[in-house]
Every structure is written in structure tokens, then in C-alpha cells.
């Protein structure tokens, strides 16, 4: 196994694992809230915590989800001047738009990370009865988005040399 090849099943084990996470929280939303409206409306019991962890498991559910879809090439994308252009117009589409898309999530790594140290450092909770710790809701912006970012890397790496990827077909 080359060095290429290493890198490209650890990303992939990476986005299937963000994938998994996302999938099983998601499925935990769906018992939460059910158990919430059990509690609420049949047994007229007050909740805690239930809205919130909803609300966080759903929302990073959304972001570590991105990175499995980015691995399958499941992002919505217009396709029909790449479809008609050249090999070498291709990549040149390819790098500009991974540069663009690098461009965004990193910036969404990056200001995530910063969030996280200062959640982390600082101790930050919510606001609510539950005071979760927000570094929870807080590490899969940056996990999620950095993930991106190496996959974004690695497609551009791909476009721009396909005879890397042609080799590692072949190992």
C-alpha cells in the first residue's frame, strides 16, 4: 500500500465513522423525542434536557454527516459545463472549486476550533437547568469541517494528477 493510498482509507474510515456518529445521533434525537412526548403529554412530567439535546444532536448530526456525503459525492453540484468541457478544463473546474470550497470550510474549522478552545478553556455552559458543557455541542464543527478540508485536498490532488489515482486503482 502506497503512501497515497494510506491516506485515502484513512480519510474514508474518517468520513464513514462521521457518518455512523451522524446516523446514531440522529436515531437518538428520534428516541429523545419520543420519550418527550411521552413524558410531556401522557404522563404530564416536566423536561429538562430533552429540547437541547435535540437541538444539538440534530445540528451536529447535519455536520458530521457532510463529510461521509463528501466521500460518496453526494453534494448537490451543477455539473453541465464540466460534463461538455476537456480533460485539462476539468481540472482546472476542479481546482477552482475545491479552492472555493477549502476556502469555506476552513473557515469554518478554524473559527469552530476557536470556539471549542474557548468553550473548553472557559468552561461554558448553557444557560438552562442541564448546564451542558458546550465544548459537547461545540467538537463537530471543527472535526467535521476539518475532515472536509483534507478531503477537499485530496479530490484536488486527484483532479489535478488523475494518473495518482489511476495508480492507486492498480495497488
Known sequence: MT???????????????????AMLLLASATVVVTQMVIWRYFLGASTVWQT????????????????????????????????????????????????ASLFFVGALAWSGAHFLFEATMKGWTTDTI??????????????????????????MVLAVFPELAATEGAS
Open 130 to 155: 442541564w448546564a451542558l458543557p458546550l465544548w459537547i455541542p461545540f467538537w463537530p464543527v471543527p472535526f467535521a469541517f476539518a475532515l472536509m478540508g483534507l478531503q477537499l485536498v485530496m479530490q
Open 52 to 99: 437541547e439535546y435535540v437541538i444539538f444532536s440534530t445540528t451536529a448530526a447535519m455536520m458530521l454527516g457532510a463529510p461521509y456525503v463528501l466521500a460518496l459525492k453526494g453534494h448537490v453540484g451543477v455539473d453541465l459545463l464540466v460534463e461538455r468541457a476537456g480533460d485539462g478544463m476539468r481540472r482546472v473546474l476542479a481546482l477552482i472549486s475545491g479552492l
Open 3 to 21: 503512501g497515497m493510498s494510506a491516506v485515502l482509507r484513512i480519510l474514508d474510515g474518517l468520513a464513514r465513522l462521521s457518518g455512523i456518529l
